[in-house]
């Protein structure tokens, strides 16, 4: 009898595992009740009030937008750049301040296998985006 139960078991946990038509029989994922989508410790259950819109965002500096020519200068500085040695690099890179530098460097790996015309596109999207600000304005700088 002990044999007898142990074949059928195996031959039901085969066919369960096996299967190739076995679908899940899992419950479906439900919404826990009192749950919202601002619930959390500031915010009482159920409370669904927006999200407050401040304009805000880390990643845009809109005082720090290219013109177009900031974005002329930092496109001639890049050019400039790519026919230096590197201890004209290092001397250029010292003049500029770490901020400065950072960007600057950020922007030449990022375009380094573009074209000028993809240059100046990723540049002027970039700028909207508030990023490579302040490497227009040195470039302004240097160029004066």
Do not use: C
């Amino acid at each position: 009898m002990n044999a007898l139960g142990m074949l059928i078991l195996a031959f039901l946990l085969r066919k369960k595992y096996l299967d190739v038509d076995h679908k899940p029989q899992g419950r479906p994922l439900q919404k826990m009740p009192g749950r919202s989508r601002l619930s959390g410790p500031h915010f009482p259950s159920g409370d669904n009030r927006p999200l407050a819109k401040t304009g805000y965002s880390g990643y845009r500096d809109l005082g720090n937008t290219l013109s177009e020519e900031g974005i002329q200068a930092s496109l001639k500085l890049l050019a400039h750049y790519q026919t230096l040695n590197e201890s004209q690099r290092k001397v250029l890179e010292d003049k500029m301040a770490p901020p400065v530098k950072a960007q600057y460097l950020h922007l030449v790996n990022s375009v380094w296998q573009m074209t000028p015309f993809q240059q100046e596109e990723y540049i002027r999207q970039q700028s909207k985006n508030g990023l490579y600000g302040q490497v227009g304005i040195f470039a302004l700088r240097y160029y004066s």
